[in-house]
């Protein structure tokens, strides 16, 4: 009797900076999601493309769930859990490095109000000296009921990953494969430059600068296969701009070569990257600044 053909939504949700993002691009082989250190790196909703012999998965990577403040925070906030609502399947991502904490319970009483089934990954198991140290964790998340298989995983090393992959897929609704094999992501060459853009800010700037800064594409034309991008990159106050653009214009070339570097690898062509920097004060707080700026 032949297989049936398995597809569906597969939202991965958790926590800011637990590593959801570069599981995304782990599972897809190629970097369509931004990485950083520092929590809060993602703002939007990504869906990336896995197709196999058996299945389809498409994955949504999202803002981390936290207890927000600002209004761009609520809106990611409100992202993340539309894509929970939205998927066949959650994949509650966390550290097995560490207790839960409000977040996962936070994300736990949201799953409670979705019929959704979970699975839980607990990532970065490549710092735990030792594996036993998960077991009490295991345990732990175990009673609280919500998950249908705890993994340990690492999206670094890629450990325990074709597991996880094959219980996602066993979770998996029936359905027809939705998009072209070769098709990995929607997001669009624009959005995915503008991204990178704010890779290196977040990369190259402390303090509260990261979470100030948002990036534009402006123009983006390929002629004669040289691809030329013009793109702001917004923050609140005029002190941020000059850190920005730092001494001698020093930190925004800097920024500016890593991007440019990034898109040539990325795009395999030539690329003219201008970086302006704007002041649009209170951006961050603001319904028609968000909007404008793709929030
Ligand atoms: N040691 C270790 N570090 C990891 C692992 N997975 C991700 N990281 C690191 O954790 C940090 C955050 O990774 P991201 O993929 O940006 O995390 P995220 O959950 O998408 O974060 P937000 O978008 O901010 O919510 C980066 O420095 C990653 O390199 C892992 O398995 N092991
Ligand atoms: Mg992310």
Same mark, same amino acid.
């Given at each position: 009797?032949?297989?049936? /053909?398995?597809? @569906?939504?597969?939202?991965?949700?958790?926590?800011?900076?637990?590593?959801?993002?570069?599981?995304?691009?782990?599972f897809?082989?190629?970097? *369509?999601?931004?990485?950083?250190?520092?929590?809060?790196?993602?703002?939007?909703?990504? #869906?990336?493309?896995?197709?196999?012999?058996?299945?389809?998965?498409?994955?949504?990577?999202?803002?981390?769930?936290?207890?927000?403040?600002?209004?761009?925070?609520?809106?990611?906030?409100?992202?993340?859990?539309?894509?929970?609502?939205?998927?066949? #399947?959650?994949?509650?991502m966390?550290e097995?490095?560490?207790?839960?904490?409000?977040?996962?319970?936070?994300?736990?009483?949201?799953?409670?109000?979705?019929?959704?089934?979970?699975?839980?990954?607990?990532?970065?198991?490549?710092?735990?000296?030792?594996?036993?140290?998960?077991?009490?964790?295991?345990?732990?998340?175990?009673?609280? &009921?919500?998950?249908?298989?705890?993994?340990?995983?690492?999206?670094?090393? @890629?450990?325990? #990953?074709?597991?996880?992959?094959? *219980?996602?897929?066993k979770?998996?609704?029936? @359905?027809?494969?939705?998009?072209?094999?070769?098709?990995?992501?929607?997001?669009?060459?624009?959005? $995915?430059?503008?991204?990178?853009?704010?890779?290196?800010?977040?990369?190259?700037?402390?303090?509260?600068?990261?979470?100030?800064?948002?990036?534009? %594409?402006?123009? /983006?034309?390929?002629?004669?296969?040289?691809?030329?991008?013009?793109?702001? %990159?917004?923050?609140?106050?005029?002190?941020?701009?000059?850190?920005? $653009?730092?001494?001698?214009?020093?930190? +925004?070339?800097?920024?500016?070569?890593l991007?440019?570097?990034?898109?040539?690898?990325? &795009?395999?062509?030539k %690329?003219? +990257?201008?970086?302006? %920097?704007?002041?649009?004060?209170?951006?961050?707080?603001?319904?028609?600044?968000?909007?404008?700026? @793709? /929030?």
């Amino acid at each position: 009797m032949a297989k049936v /053909y398995k597809s @569906g939504y597969v939202a991965i949700v958790g926590p800011p900076n637990v590593g959801k993002s570069t599981l995304l691009n782990r599972f897809l082989g190629q970097k *369509i999601a931004i990485v950083t250190p520092k929590p809060q790196t993602t703002r939007n909703r990504i #869906l990336g493309i896995l197709t196999r012999g058996s299945f389809q998965m498409l994955f949504l990577d999202t803002p981390g769930i936290f207890a927000p403040g600002y209004r761009l925070q609520k809106i990611m906030v409100d992202t993340a859990t539309r894509a929970l609502h939205d998927a066949d #399947l959650a994949l509650l991502m966390t550290e097995g490095t560490r207790d839960p904490g409000p977040d996962e319970d936070r994300i736990i009483q949201l799953l409670s109000e979705t019929k959704t089934p979970a699975v839980l990954a607990l990532n970065k198991v490549d710092v735990l000296p030792d594996k036993k140290l998960l077991l009490p964790l295991i345990e732990l998340y175990g009673k609280k &009921g919500a998950f249908t298989d705890i993994v340990p995983i690492s999206a670094l090393t @890629g450990d325990g #990953l074709e597991e996880l992959l094959k *219980i996602l897929a066993k979770h998996l609704p029936e @359905g027809p494969q939705y998009y072209p094999e070769e098709t990995i992501t929607e997001s669009s060459e624009r959005f $995915i430059a503008a991204e990178i853009i704010r890779e290196k800010v977040f990369l190259q700037t402390g303090e509260e600068i990261p979470y100030s800064v948002a990036v534009k %594409v402006e123009e /983006y034309k390929e002629r004669q296969r040289v691809l030329y991008i013009k793109a702001t %990159v917004y923050v609140e106050r005029d002190s941020q701009k000059g850190i920005i $653009i730092g001494e001698k214009g020093r930190k +925004l070339k800097q920024i500016g070569q890593l991007a440019r570097q990034d898109l040539e690898a990325l &795009g395999e062509k030539k %690329v003219f +990257l201008e970086l302006w %920097v704007k002041v649009r004060r209170k951006w961050r707080h603001k319904d028609q600044d968000l909007r404008f700026l @793709g /929030y």
